[in-house]
């Protein structure tokens, strides 16, 4: 169900359930120090007219009303202190552990906005300022025009949370001849300037060049400060998988509403600004799903829809659901797929360089297969438990996980989505460029030692970071070097 409340945000976030929300985008007044304001005219040829259009013909307007609210604070420190702040710091609460916010500002507070989302979030949770490049409005003579605004994207957990590169439109190399037949027809990765005006096969970066929407736009409700659907669609796309939430606590004209129901996403929306709730009333027109809290927006509509769903997704796209365990293992991967990219000279003549190319599932594969042979050719024998599916050995009626991973760029391992039950000992396994490492476990050893990652219906699930070079205290007798860890193994299993 989506949801639209009408009222205070504040209020209304304070009331909402804590980690409830996968990804928060919101467009807050810039204090501008104006009261924003559009007029909504209607032009009909007349003979009488008083304004000259198109082949010298007379036209005359009609205002069709003023949509309007206040954008102006007493002072930056109160707008950040006192109106910003506390509603950054419900979001905070409000986002899943692998949540996103993106806060959308312009060149008057975004240094201030920036050190207070830092103050909030962590610096480290900063992942990237996009622009938002446009051409529109006027050019003063006395400074440089100021044709962007700035977007602040920063997750909760920098090490865990989604972006899916694979819904990101690919840009073409500026010298395809440069890089070959594959590569060009692949195209690259955009940067984090966005220039939209490119739309599709054109440029496209961190620097977005994207037109406002304007006064003959098909989007144009009549609503001031209007963001177009691309740049919206763009940032939920990346940042949200199908059937997650999606909130937008300054809604406005309910663009961000629009895109969750075309990208088939939920949405919360809140806005105190009556004409806003009007406007979204009309545009989501014949939309059932939506529950309007405080607010009726029944003599605004008529039962006719004006959106249409995305073509690119099937009905049976539409109604795919994502468990939560999923869902974190999505977030775990774009941490994983960003430090494995950058590899590619550490793991260079290494004979292990291609296991970076393997999907997961195949990574857990091999390492499974690799420590059978490692402890068969040690006269240790194992098989697969059959009521399993999981990576693990049955060794002398033991069942034994095995968790694997490759060598980081800051020369650790990670292991992950260690589970909290159904297995006794735990193998965790590490590849680097040029050596092979190896730990084993009690399944209480390591659960007293390791971070708690994920809680989720079947129990917690943990990770944890070994350097080979500096082990923890914890680890430093239970392995390390291959011959280490068969002693433990043998040890705990009473093989000898």
Known sequence: ?????????????????????????IDPPFNTGKTQALTSLKTVRSESGDRKGFKGNSYESFDLGTKSYKDSFESSKYYIEDFIRPRIEEAYRLLKPYGSLYFHIDYREVHYCRILLDSIFGRDSFINEIIWAYDFGGRPRS???????????????????????????????????????????RKKLPTDTWWFSYVGDKRQTD????????????????????KPRGVIDRIIKVSSLPDQTVMDFFAGSGTVGESCLVLNRAFVLIDNNK?????????????ENISWDYFDPSPYQTGTRHILADPKYSEEERARTYSPDFEMLVATANYIQKDLEKKSEQWKDSPFEWVLLL????????????????????????????????????????????????LWTNGTYRFQQIREKGYDF???????????????????????????????????????TINPNKPPEWAKDSGGTLEQALNELKRLLKLR
């Not at 169900?1 to 209304?12: K, V, W």
């Open 207 to 226: 620097t977005w060049w994207h037109t406002i929407v304007g006064t003959s736009s098909k989007e144009r409700l009549g609503y001031p400060t209007q």
């Open 275 to 287: 004409e806003a709730l009007e406007v979204m009333a009309r545009r989501f027109d014949g939309y």
């Open 1 to 25: 169900m989506n949801h639209i409340y009408f009222g205070d945000n504040l209020s209304i976030l304070r009331d909402l359930p804590s980690e409830s929300i996968d990804l928060i985008y």
């Open 143 to 185: 400074r440089w025009p100021a044709k962007h605004d700035n977007i602040l994207f920063y997750a909760k957990d920098p090490k865990n949370f989604i972006f899916n590169t694979s819904e990101v439109d690919r840009i073409p190399y500026m010298a395809p001849g440069l890089v070959g037949p594959e590569k060009a027809k």
């Open 359 to 406: 999907p997961a599932r195949k990574k857990g594969k091999l390492a499974e297969h690799l420590v059978a042979s490692w402890c068969a050719s040690n006269g240790i024998y194992s098989q697969r438990p059959k009521s399993t599916s999981s990576v693990s050995l049955m060794m002398n009626n033991c069942t034994v996980a095995i968790k694997f991973s490759t």
């Open 426 to 464: 735990v193998i965790c396994f590490g590849i680097s460029p040029h050596a092979a490492h190896c730990w084993f476990f009690s399944r209480e050893h390591i659960l007293n030692n390791a971070t708690e990652q994920h809680k989720g219906a079947k129990g917690s699930e943990y990770w944890t």
